[in-house]
T-cell receptor
Framework: EPEVTQTPSHQVTQMGQEVILRCVPI?????FYWYRQILGQKVEFLVS????????KSEIFDDQFSVERPDGSNFTLKIRSTKLEDSAMYFC?????????FGSGTQLSVL | EDQVTQSPEALRLQEGESSSLNCSYT??????LFWYRQDPGKGPEFLFT???AGEEKEKERLKATLTKKESFLHITAPKPEDSATYLC?????????????FGEGTQLTVNP
């Protein structure tokens, strides 16, 4: 089964610092996503990306967040100035015809 | 108002004791209903997508069914390795790339 790959698996940062989370989606998929899961809570949608632009975003995805697909394979989520409440597991996902696959996540801890 | 409600929150079964997990949803136009398995500290693992009422899909000991208001995940003769949190998510919207909205999950423990 093809996989969505995320790096790093863990990221510790100081409040106010910028972080970039990286993902390699499944190669023939067209839709790419970022979700997050705060410990003990449900998985929440952040943003979707299609045809090299944002197709949908949630109210969580404010001006501190941005996404890019800098080349044909990578997909990144940047948080410009991290806050304590940004601490969560961040999941990248990609979707083909029927199946939506998630990566194993990046655990972000903001101190 | 929650769009996706899963019950029970937690379920303990003995090995071999079959049961069902419920996912109730309230969306105006369901595009797809997704089931995932999530192990602690891991990403959701895709299980099934269901599209229309009456549809059923099976994989090993799992069978997912869909009605107009809810979906069931039936687990037949579970084994300890089936212990995980099972997540339900609905997709609505105009495109096949629309967001998924997740429920809280059902934490399943299967004792040997």
């Amino acid at each position: 089964e093809p996989e969505v790959t995320q790096t790093p698996s863990h990221q510790v940062t100081q409040m106010g610092q910028e972080v970039i989370l990286r993902c390699v989606p499944i190669s023939n998929h067209l839709y790419f996503y970022w979700y997050r899961q705060i410990l003990g809570q449900k998985v929440e949608f952040l943003v979707s990306f299609y045809n090299n632009e944002i197709s949908e975003k949630s109210e969580i995805f404010d001006d501190q967040f941005s996404v890019e697909r800098p080349d044909g394979s990578n997909f990144t989520l940047k948080i410009r100035s991290t806050k304590l409440e940004d601490s969560a597991m961040y999941f990248c996902a990609s979707k083909g015809w029927e199946k939506l696959f998630f990566g194993s996540g990046t655990q972000l801890s903001v101190l | 108002e929650d769009q996706v409600t899963q019950s029970p929150e937690a379920l303990r079964l003995q090995e071999g004791e079959s049961s069902s997990l419920n996912c109730s949803y309230t969306v105006s136009g369901l595009r797809g209903l997704f089931w995932y398995r999530q192990d602690p500290g891991k990403g959701p693992e895709f299980l099934f997508t269901l599209y229309s009422a009456g549809e059923e899909k099976e994989k090993e000991r799992l069978k997912a069914t869909l009605t107009k208001k809810e979906s069931f995940l039936h687990i037949t003769a579970p084994k300890p390795e089936d212990s995980a949190t099972y997540l339900c998510a609905v997709q609505e919207g105009e495109t096949s790339g629309s967001r998924l909205t997740f429920g809280e999950g059902t934490q399943l423990t299967v004792n040997p």
